[in-house]
C-alpha cells in the first residue's frame, strides 16, 4: 500500500494546485473509505500529502482484516458443505481463531470425519 500512497502523493506534488488537489483527494479517499465500510481511524487525516505514512499503515490493517474475514467465511462455507449445521461452539471457535488456526483447518478439512477431529477435540 506504502507504494500505491507515495505514487498518489508524488502526482499531488506535481501538480500546480497542491493544497487544493491534496485537500480534494483526501476528503475524496477518506469518504470512499467509509462507504466501503474500512474499520479505520482517519480522523486525524487532514492531508494525503502530510500523512501517507499513517494511510499506507491503516490500509495495511484494513486489507489484512478483510483478507482474515474472507478465508474465514471460506473456511466456514466449507465445513457446513462437509459437515452440515454449525454448533455455537465451532462459530465461536472460528470467530475468535488465529491465522495459523484457519491454515491448520483448511489443511484438514478434506480428511477430518468428524468436527471433534477436525479441530482437535
Given amino acids: 500500500m506504502q507504494a500505491a500512497v507515495d505514487r498518489v502523493v508524488a502526482t499531488i506534488r506535481a501538480d500546480p ?3 487544493r488537489t491534496d485537500a480534494v483527494v483526501t ?7 467509509q462507504r466501503l465500510g474500512a474499520r479505520i481511524d482517519l480522523e486525524k487525516l487532514n492531508s494525503l500529502v502530510e500523512e501517507r505514512d499513517m494511510l499506507a499503515e491503516n490500509l495495511d490493517n484494513w486489507a489484512e482484516i478483510e483478507r482474515r474475514q474472507g478465508e474465514r467465511h471460506v473456511i466456514q462455507r466449507m465445513i457446513i458443505r462437509r459437515f ?3 454448533p455455537a461452539w465451532v462459530t465461536e471457535k472460528l470467530d475468535t481463531c488465529s491465522t495459523e488456526e484457519l491454515d491448520a483447518w483448511a489443511d484438514q478439512i478434506l480428511v477430518a470425519e468428524t468436527l471433534d477431529e477436525l479441530f482437535g477435540r
Fill in 17 to 19: 494546485n497542491k493544497e
Fill in 84 to 86: 452440515g449445521e454449525l
Fill in 27 to 33: 476528503r475524496w479517499l477518506k469518504r470512499h473509505l
